[in-house]
T-cell receptor, first 113, second 114 residues
Framework: GENVEQHPSTLSVQEGDSAVIKCTYS??????FPWYKQELGKGPQLIID?????GEKKDQRIAVTLNKTAKHFSLHITETQPEDSAVYFC????????????FGKGTSLLVTP | DAGVIQSPRHEVTEMGQEVTLRCKPI?????LFWYRQTMMRGLELLIY????????DSGMPEDRFSAKMPNASFSTLKIQPSEPRDSAVYFC????????????FGQGTRLTVV
């Protein structure tokens, strides 16, 4: 089945700096790559996603890039703010897994003022 | 819509007892997923349903775990008998399916088995 690796597991940045989280996946049939943000005591919430026919997508301070050849994708957060502090999960979904998402282990991001 | 609703939010039970977790998906969503979250293993898919039919239960850890979806608006995850290693946060999520495959998560049930 699909195996998603996520790095780093923890990331600490100063407010205003950029943060980058990277993921790799194993199943070349995967075609949908969402990123979820989980705040303490809450369920994961989608923040941005990308499909395999697109190389990059941006939404305000958040961007995601996808390299299908290398089977990796990344989340970029610019001008970080303390409220960006949370756990971020990447996921991959493809035909072999139906509509089930396979998640990375998560990255705990801390933005210090 | 109120989103995905899970109950209870917290459950503490003794080893050997039966535990039932409940989920109400978002109306109109065809897919329902049960995930388990632990520090060691992250978010693991346990089982998912399409139109109330179980599609893939390969993530269910063992026969002590069972899940049902008797109708489009309700699902249960049962553990019988429960063990301390079942302690985790259990999430239910629903999705409208293709072409929009975003999964919407509930708040989770934090299960502690003592």
């Amino acid at each position: 089945g699909e195996n998603v690796e996520q790095h780093p597991s923890t990331l600490s940045v100063q407010e205003g700096d950029s943060a980058v989280i990277k993921c790799t996946y194993s199943d070349s049939a995967s075609n949908y790559f969402p990123w979820y943000k989980q705040e303490l005591g809450k369920g994961p919430q989608l923040i941005i996603d990308i499909r395999s026919n697109v190389g990059e997508k941006k939404d305000q301070r958040i961007a995601v890039t996808l390299n299908k050849t290398a089977k990796h994708f990344s989340l970029h957060i610019t001008e970080t703010q303390p409220e960006d502090s949370a756990v971020y999960f990447c996921a991959a979904q493809g035909d072999n897994s139906g509509y089930a998402l396979n998640f990375g282990k998560g990255t705990s991001l801390l933005v210090t003022p | 819509d109120a989103g995905v609703i899970q109950s209870p939010r917290h459950e503490v039970t003794e080893m050997g007892q039966e535990v039932t977790l409940r989920c109400k998906p978002i109306s109109g969503h065809d897919y329902l997923f049960w995930y388990r979250q632990t520090m060691m293993r992250g978010l693991e898919l346990l089982i998912y349903f399409n139109n109330n039919v179980p599609i893939d239960d390969s993530g269910m850890p063992e026969d002590r775990f069972s899940a049902k979806m008797p109708n489009a608006s309700f699902s249960t995850l049962k553990i019988q008998p429960s063990e301390p290693r079942d302690s985790a946060v259990y999430f239910c999520a629903s999705s409208p399916g293709h072409p929009n495959t975003e999964a919407f998560f509930g708040q989770g049930t934090r299960l502690t088995v003592v």
